[in-house]
């Protein structure tokens, strides 16, 4: 039986955060604390939720955090995971085919730590990366990720990623009113430039320091509005699943995409589930619970009790998030806990 919740959505792709640390302290992520709230586990943890998961359906693994590399043991981790194999259920998405497919495992990094750890991750069987970056001037990084002197760091690190072949590669920049929405234009020339993928993100009322109005969104209208002041785009299909609207320049070089999930929820497609560091599953980033996977491990479980804990959760994912709307309950963790 195929991973399927009650709304007839494949469950294919599985965001594995590895640790809730993160060196970088983003306005719209953090207040500005240092510490992880929740902690992490042991990686053959992580691995035995993956392994029962990718016998279930899923064929994609994002992992995420926190800052993921800033987790020791996270090249060995890469390595296992790429061991596993998708069976062939008929509901794969990209990675749907033959019995024994490869995983799909992708990354989301601030990209700090990345400059000597793209090679190793892509030997190990990293397949993409994706490194978040909401500036491409080194003074407004600084102001938005409160770190000093780390733009430099992750240039280097994006372009360690394209030379070792990790592609798609995609540059992720959450925009927020007040902050970044300047350099809209001066990302669309970044994504020429440096042949990356660069994706904006709405903001999202995920943050530690609830500061999220509907007002501080910067909306995929205004996003195309601008960056058509620089060059024409024109749209690209994307699949069903897939956060981003795609674009690219009208003389097809550079593509952009916009994550609209304020203004335009795709909660209707969602094929995703989320385990926290310290193994929760969520089911949706505006969840106001989770479920515990890993206190069912540790009581003992077989594999099989494991499959159902995880049916009868995935039985009970959200229709959709009610971002702007009078009933709407924040989640009950914030991004840097959950995993982006
Ligand atoms: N540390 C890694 C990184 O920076 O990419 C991974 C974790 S981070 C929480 C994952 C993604 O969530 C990043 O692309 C980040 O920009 C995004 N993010 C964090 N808070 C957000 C918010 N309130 N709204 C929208 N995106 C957010």
Redesign the pocket.
Known sequence: MPLIDKFRRPITDLRI?ITDR?N?K?V??RTGNEGALYGDLPFEDYLRMARVLVGMGVTKIRL?????LLRKGVLEFVLDLAQLRTPNNGHGGRNQGREGDQLDIAL????HLLADLAQPLKAAGLTRV???M?AVDPDRFTRITRVANGYDQVLAGIRAARRAGLWPLKV???LMRGFNEDQIIPFGMFAREEGVIVRF???????EGRT?SPNTVVTLDEILARMAEYRPLVEIPHARSETARRYRFDDGIGEIGIIAPVSHPFCGHCSRIRITSDGKIRTCLFSVWDHDLHAQMQRGASDEELEDFIRGVIHKKEERHHIGEPDFVPASR???H???
Do not use: A, H, K, R
């Not at 995420?64 to 993921?68: A, D, K, L, M, N």
């Not at 989301?108 to 990209?111: D, I, L, M, S």
């Open positions: 955060s993160c970088y983003c719209y992520c995420t955090g926190g800052e993921p989301t990094t601030n990209g994706t490194v978040s909401d992720n920049c959450v993100i709405e903001f999202m009322p995920l943050e999220w914030t991004m840097v959950i995993g982006g």
